[in-house]
């Protein structure tokens, strides 16, 4: 079946300009991740949706990040006036309900 | 606060040798789960395996196989007869008592371990 898919696979953009990212989940996955990837950091936890409780957004870093779901299924993380340390590679993964993330390709992201 | 220590940061292998991957963590928790992803050169991360804390079973599946114990606060990876195609880098990750609002799991990762096999 089909995995979690994420578009664009790459983004170059410049300083201070914003950026969307999306995330097309596993069918019937309920749980929706957003992590990032960078050299100095590792992964970190971004945000975390579920069905339609409130999201966990302890793991943003600045209020220039934000992410919604529409209708349980696909999302969208946009960061605002975007700074070179924003560049890394931003990982969005999937569950059941209480099971396993499943990841997707990820968006490298470069901010020049 | 919750952490994941893979002290190896790169192991070099010839093909056909076993290998063994470490991961130690800290929790306060007292219900966790423990993972191994792989991430190949293509970036992907792969799914492995997950545990609870309260199955310290071994589990093996083909080459692979776990080793958890919780009393030395660890969960190995071994790759037996190692291939080509298992280089890539491998991340242990612990996630802590499931997300209250929803039961996610909200994983911490390790540093990871680049596992180059070589011929």
């Known amino acids: 079946g089909a995995g979690v898919s994420q578009s664009p696979s790459n983004k170059v953009t410049e300083k201070g300009k914003d950026v969307e990212l999306r995330c097309d989940p596993i069918?019937?996955?309920?749980?929706l991740y957003w992590y990032r990837q960078s050299l100095g950091q590792g992964l970190e936890f971004l945000i975390y949706?579920?069905?339609?409780?409130?999201?966990?957004k302890s793991g943003l870093p600045s209020d220039r990040f934000s992410a919604e779901r529409t209708g349980g299924s696909v999302s969208t993380l946009t960061i605002q006036r975007t700074q070179q340390e924003d560049s890394a590679v931003y990982l969005c993964?999937?569950?059941?309900?209480?099971?396993?993330?499943?990841f997707g390709p990820g968006t490298r992201l470069l901010v020049l | 606060a919750q952490k994941v220590t893979q002290a190896q940061t790169e192991i070099s292998v010839v093909e056909k040798e076993d290998v063994t991957l470490d991961c130690v963590y800290e929790?306060?928790?007292?219900?966790?789960?423990l993972f191994w992803y792989k991430q190949p050169p293509s970036g992907e991360l792969v799914f492995l395996i997950r545990?609870?804390?309260?199955?310290?079973q071994n589990e093996i599946s083909g080459r692979y196989s776990w080793n958890f114990q919780k009393s030395t606060s660890s969960f190995n990876f071994t790759i037996t007869a190692s291939q080509v195609v298992d280089s890539a880098v491998y991340f242990c990750?612990?996630?802590?008592?499931?997300?209250?609002?929803?039961?996610?799991?909200?994983?911490?990762f390790g540093t990871g371990t680049q596992l180059k096999v070589e011929l």
């Open positions: 993964a999937s569950s059941l309900r209480g099971g396993e993330p499943y």
């Open positions: 069918s019937g996955h309920t749980a």
């Open positions: 949706f579920q069905g339609n409780s409130a999201p966990d």
């Open positions: 929790t306060r928790d007292t219900t966790y789960y």
């Open positions: 545990r609870n804390s309260f199955d310290e």
């Open positions: 990750a612990l996630s802590g008592v499931l997300i209250l609002t929803g039961g996610g799991n909200k994983l911490t």
